[in-house]
């Protein structure tokens, strides 16, 4: 073709024309064949699995097989370089350097990939409970990444990777002793990372480090938490690790928070109910049902033991507080800021205490903001304390300095009546 021949002796006489246009077209090689590998031979691949059956299977692997997909237009960078007419051999040597870093790159990263497909399935069968290997995986992973950067490092430059361990091992000393905080503020990062286990956005609470409130941060050396009184902490990395905490994050995505609180009840107003004020309490329509069943059934108990001729001292009766607490359940349950269904709800009493017998209401708001929650709660605890006396019960509270100067007040009074003169 004389006019191609024509053409390139033009060129010729353009030596850096000649080696810009050969660069271009490498790039354009190796876009080409970049497209060929990842959109044309990855799906015939997945083709020829889906018609064996083996799709879902391979299906963990595809994120590897595309990053192993990388390695091809890379190979022909490297191989290419060397025929592109006039580039000088320094700068060949540094473009085949860095293609073969970019290689070992990827196939590192591939293998970590493999890795975390490895996990995955490993943490769907029933013994990764009991014996989990995503610590052994993260541990072969730190191996491999630092493997990887010494090979990198090593090709870059055009060293030996032991002349490369040999330093590494004589300054390991003076590193580990210069940039301590720096390494374990490294591997909390990845620690943190790699587990999830703090995330901008969470709210956590660790008193030991003066730190309630929203990571606002994340960076190497320090967490940044924007305190609920807008105060800012700044926590070490490290500390994360080697310190408990709390984070609230698993209870901000349910969608409820816990309501714990208890009433004293002043024990010496628990009593039995007579049959009026049993009758009474019928108007209550929350606990219609429990009072009705309640009935019929110490009817069933009693009517045996008085058949028995048994002392009436053996009959069962109903008390004010276990239909206090009949009630309670039932008001919750029906409340529509408490979840009554998919999460705990409790009414229990504890261990008795010099200050009462603590009935403690256990349930989640519907809602995790700060402000509704404390209002829900308040608004419950209102309600209960105030509907107390219709079943009999007094709350129990210290006597104040009022309450003595009233009784003190009571007995001069009595003392000085004329009754008290007789």
């Not at 993260?138 to 630092?146: E, G, H, R, S």
């Not at 609230?248 to 107003?269: A, V």
């Amino acid at each position: 073709m004389p006019a191609l021949d024509t053409l390139r002796a033009r060129i010729a006489d353009y030596p850096m024309l000649e080696t810009a246009i050969g660069l271009i077209l490498l790039v354009l090689a190796a876009v080409l064949i970049d497209w060929l590998v990842r959109h044309v031979l990855l799906r015939i691949g997945q083709k020829v699995l889906k018609t064996v059956g083996l799709d879902d299977e391979a299906e963990p692997m595809a994120p590897v097989a595309h990053r192993l997909a990388r390695i091809a237009p890379a190979m022909v960078i490297y191989n290419g370089v060397i025929v592109i007419p006039n580039l000088a051999p320094d700068a060949a040597t540094v473009i085949q350097n860095v293609a073969s870093a970019f290689i070992i790159l990827t196939v590192v990263l591939a293998v970590a990939g493999g890795l975390d497909v490895v996990n995955s399935a490993y943490s769907r069968r029933a013994e990764s409970v009991n014996r989990p290997i995503k610590g052994y995986i993260q541990v072969v992973k730190i191996v491999l990444y630092a493997i990887a950067a010494i090979l990198v490092i090593a090709t870059l430059i055009e060293r030996s990777p032991l002349l490369l361990l040999s330093g590494l091992g004589a300054m390991a000393a003076v590193l580990m002793l210069v940039f301590k905080d720096t390494i374990l503020s490294l591997v909390a990062s990845v620690q943190l990372t790699s587990n999830d286990m703090v995330r901008i956005g969470d709210w956590i609470e660790a008193p030991q480090m003066n730190a309630d409130g929203d990571v606002i941060d994340m960076a190497l050396h320090t967490v940044t938490v924007q305190n609920f009184d807008k105060t800012i902490t700044h926590i070490p990395t490290w500390k994360l690790v080697s310190e408990s905490y709390k984070n609230w994050r698993g209870m901000s995505e349910s969608g409820g928070r816990r309501i714990k609180r208890s009433l004293l009840i002043d024990q010496n107003s628990v009593r039995f109910l007579t049959d009026d004020e049993r009758q009474a309490l019928c108007r209550f329509a929350l606990i219609d049902d429990y009072l009705g069943e309640k009935r019929a059934e110490l009817e069933d108990w009693n009517g045996k033991l008085i058949e028995a001729g048994r002392d009436p001292v053996n009959t069962r009766r109903v008390t004010n507080i276990g239909t206090f607490r009949a009630y309670v359940r039932s008001y919750l349950g029906n409340h529509p800021r408490v979840h009554a269904h998919g999460m705990t709800l409790l009414v229990r009493q504890l261990d008795p205490t010099p200050e009462g017998l603590p009935l403690e209401i256990y349930c989640f708001a519907t809602t995790t903001n700060w402000a509704e929650y404390e209002g829900i709660q308040a608004d419950i605890f209102d309600h209960l304390i105030a509907i107390l006396p219709e079943f009999g019960l007094r709350l129990f509270q210290q006597p104040s300095g009022l309450d003595l100067s009233g009784a003190l007040a009571g007995r001069e009074r009595d003392q000085a009546s004329p009754s008290s003169l007789k």
